[in-house]
């Protein structure tokens, strides 16, 4: 050739001379690595937001047993606790003075298969979530009677609650239970917002309700019939002073030193009144993530073989026209060309094609971040923060860009084999 053979314009020529095609096959390599990246930020997001789902608490509380499991409980209301915590314990504890807040926490009743937890005012304004956020309230306000009760938002979206709304709590967990307290039903007084953990699927009432409804129970067994104690007789108890909690299931732990968590984790491990374990929310969290977190990782690597789909789909087009291309290869051997520059094309061909497909997906995912981060955080609580392409995600970029010039040498190798003569030669 008697001018320089410029492999990237003859590459840029050829794809838009077969535009449907590389259309096709850059829109799907973009969509696979919008969905890699994707798949990626949720990862993140979403183990920070698990991370994140009890926030500002230095300390849990429960009885002795897995720290674990005393996190699924806890936070998640997940299975039950092995014993109780008494109450005169959890005042020594509140009493330490490197306690700044103590929060309790009683469970064993639940309302149409969500979880009732027995706590204090204090919950609803110390109990912290994702980036150190508050609970807030969609309507009304924190219980005030004895009666009250403040439901979730998922409590309130699925079982069509509002303010107002009554409520009759059931004995035990189950979905299905036989034994109601229908005979003391609360009234909702407050619908939290959204939030994106298990709070949204929980009911609250205070210490008091869960005493008061559970004051003529023997043993785990309801009254007899005609020996029930009334509303109005519980109110007489409540204030004589008779609704004092006798244990509570845990505790949440704020400190005024973070630098003596573990010199109080040490002293309730230790406690010499009854065995109690208390541990770090953070620690507890990140044991639980490395179990359930396999499948973060099954979800990566299926997005990983989408993207390698994508690739042998652009491989298999470039192949599938080779065929046809003989003539075309011909001519530039003719005029000038050697084997390693149609090589070269093919090979500039799948790469720009890869390149093209990167750059469209990862603009397409950034876009649907702005437009739909906010609408993502506000229905499920999980934060995915909008940041430009760490470390991680530009060398996966350039990998996958890489792996487009990498697989172009399969059909550049083939086109490189054939011969002058076989692309001039008329077949009948």
Known sequence: MSKPFIIPRLALSSLANRRLTAILTIASIAISVMLLLGVEKVRNGARQSFANTISGTDLILGARGGGVQLLLYSVFRIGNATNNISW???????????????????????????????????????YRYGRDQPLGFAAGEPFDDLFDAVVGAD?????????????????????????????????????????????????YVSLPAIEAIHVDWRSGAPPAPGQAAGVARVREIEEGGGLEPRAVTAALIGLESKLSAFSLQRFINEYPEEPLT??????????????????ERALLVVSAMVVATALLGMVTAILSTLNERRREMAILRSVGARPAHVLGLLVAEAGSLALAGTVIGAGLLYGILVVGRPLLEDATGLYIELTAPGRREWLTLAAIVAAGFIVGLLPGLRAY?????DGLTIRV
């Open 88 to 126: 005169q314990s959890y005042r020594d504890i509140a009493a330490r003075p490197e306690v700044a807040w103590i929060v309790p926490i009683s469970l064993g009743d639940s309302h149409r298969g969500f979880r009732v937890v027995g706590t204090s005012d204090a919950f609803f304004e110390r």
């Open 155 to 203: 409590v309130a979206d699925e079982l069509g609650y509002a303010v107002a709304s009554d409520i009759v709590v059931a004995h035990g967990i189950g979905a299905v239970s036989f034994q109601d307290h229908a005979d003391k039903p609360f009234r909702v007084s407050g619908v939290l917002a959204p939030t994106g953990t298990p709070v949204d699927r929980s009911v």
């Open 278 to 295: 208390a541990i770090l929310p953070g620690v507890a969290l990140t044991e639980l993530w490395s179990v359930v977190g396999a499948a």
């Open 417 to 421: 084999r054939m011969s002058l003569g």
